[in-house]
């Protein structure tokens, strides 16, 4: 059975950190790409970065470039979202998910399963 369990939410103030974790199973991890997502109350669902496990390639969008940093750590099957200097318009649910063949990591559809989502919370 296929796997991902986000970690790592929670509530911050604005200019704090958390670092978020996501745990796969259930598949072979080093064949994919793993990207995060976040979707605010009302809006939709918006590529926040992503890494392919096969060669450490990196995306992010421009919303958050130099504050957060996608990493991963093979032998545990899980990758990080550290979030840095996170601002109340960070606020969301944030989703990882896992996909082969990624051409546009900005794209939901191109993913194959998902996780059930964390809650991030940034207070002004």
């Known amino acids: 059975e296929v796997q991902l369990v986000e970690s790592g939410g929670g509530l911050v103030q604005a200019g704090g950190s958390l670092r978020l974790s996501c745990a796969a199973s259930?598949?072979?991890?080093?064949?994919?790409?793993i990207g995060w997502f976040r979707q605010a109350p009302g809006k939709g669902r918006e590529g926040v970065s992503c890494?392919?496990?096969?060669?450490?390639?990196?995306y992010y969008a421009d919303s958050v470039k130099g504050r957060f940093t996608i990493s991963s750590d093979n032998a545990k099957n899980t990758v990080y979202l550290q979030m840095n200097s996170l601002k109340p318009e960070d606020t969301a649910v944030y989703f990882c998910?896992?996909?082969?063949?990624?051409?546009?990591?900005?794209?939901?559809?191109?993913?194959?399963?998902w996780g059930q989502g964390a809650q991030v919370t940034v207070s002004s």
């Open positions: 998910a896992a996909g082969r063949g990624i051409v546009s990591p900005q794209i939901s559809y191109e993913y194959d399963y």
């Open positions: 259930g598949f072979t991890f080093d064949a994919y790409a």
């Open positions: 890494i392919s496990i096969i060669d450490g390639s990196t």
